[in-house]
């Protein structure tokens, strides 16, 4: 089983060869690509140096997995390239996410839906991921009409340049800037970039990411993505309208049933999720649930998880395990 990490430098990279050696995935030969500069370097893997390769080596090879996450750009450029040479790439970016010919995977969710066909699948957005495995088996017990989103993202969603900000700022230090103003001591409502309608992308990704991956476009998402001055994890406030009415201990008992979720709520021991306790695990942790006592059918709930691992690199990583176990690589 030869696996190609693109990107394997990167923040999102870096777990990802860390998840693949944690969860013992079968890879016989490791194929790092990185930038060109890195080309020749080494990183370490399953206690051995393997040197990093340019895309054309990687391509050559031939892996059996290709798992993207260097930016859309490269991935537009580069997937169909070793999709060509049957590799089944499982790309992280934003690339091929809404494109209809192409599967949005969760695979608690609809990995089903894969086939051997299936040679670039797309990797949800992080903020995305988290919120769709909360609401996924309740969407299916209560059918949502309506929800409305406000994210709390940590700078590592931006990547390495937004952390160093944050650190240079914590110390009084001057450097390069990731955002357009300070984000330590301060909050940003701005996740990528602005579109026509005023939102932006992230939080037009909210709203439309969850609909491809439950494959049904009956419920509507509103959103407001904001990044704070955290250095791992993403939270986020989730008020749901549910067509059919509920019980909270229904809503706590699917919940707490659900591979993947841990509820942690408790208001009497001060009990609810935090990125601080998110940080470096797999699970999304679900809290704060509570009935939305201004209209019928509807509940609030605080969603939190580590963005780098469930929300990129270990829901890639499962996607993997899927292909191989189902023997579709």
């Known amino acids: 089983m030869k696996v190609a990490v693109v990107g394997a430098t990167g923040m999102v990279g870096t777990v990802m060869l860390t998840l693949l050696e944690e969860r013992n995935f079968p890879v016989t030969e490791l194929i790092p690509v990185a930038s060109q500069k890195s080309v020749g370097q080494e990183l370490k893997f399953n206690g051995k140096l393997v040197p990093i390769v340019s895309m054309e080596d990687a391509i050559a090879a031939r892996p ?4 993207f996450s260097a930016g859309g750009d490269t991935s537009l450029a580069w997937a169909p390239k070793f999709a060509e040479v049957g590799s089944t790439v499982i790309d992280n970016s934003s690339a091929w996410r809404m494109d209809p010919t192409k599967k949005l995977v969760v695979p608690e969710i609809n990995a089903s839906q894969l086939t ?32 409305v ?22 110390v ?22 602005f579109e026509t309608n005023g939102y932006t992308k992230e939080e037009m990704k909210l709203a439309r990411e969850p609909q491809k991956i439950l494959d049904d476009r009956t419920f509507s998402i509103s959103a407001t993505a904001v990044r704070i001055p955290t250095a791992g994890g993403h939270s986020e406030a989730v008020n749901v309208e549910f067509l059919n009415d509920f019980e909270l201990n229904d809503i706590r008992k699917i919940l707490h049933e659900t591979s993947g979720i ?34 019928p059918n509807t509940l609030n709930m605080w969603i939190v998880s580590d963005n780098l691992r469930k929300g990129a690199a270990t829901n890639a990583i499962q996607i993997a395990e899927y292909l191989v176990e189902k023997k579709l690589v």
Request: proline residues 7%; charged residues 25%.
């Open 64 to 67: 059996e997995i290709a798992i």
């Open 116 to 147: 051997s066909e299936d040679k670039i699948i797309a990797n949800p957005n992080c903020s995305t991921i988290q919120l769709v495995m909360a609401l996924a088996p309740l969407h299916k017990k209560f059918k949502m009409k309506r929800v």
């Open 149 to 170: 989103i406000s994210t709390y993202q940590s700078v590592s969603g931006t990547g390495v340049k937004a952390v160093q900000q944050l650190e240079n700022e914590a």
């Open 172 to 193: 009084g230090k001057k450097g390069e800037m990731a955002y357009p103003y300070p984000i330590y001591k301060n909050a940003l409502p701005h996740c990528d970039v």
């Open 262 to 295: 841990v509820v942690q709520d408790n208001p009497d021991t001060n009990t609810y999720p935090m990125p601080v306790y998110a940080h470096g695990k797999d699970d999304v942790f679900v809290g704060r649930i509570r009935r939305d006592e201004t209209q």
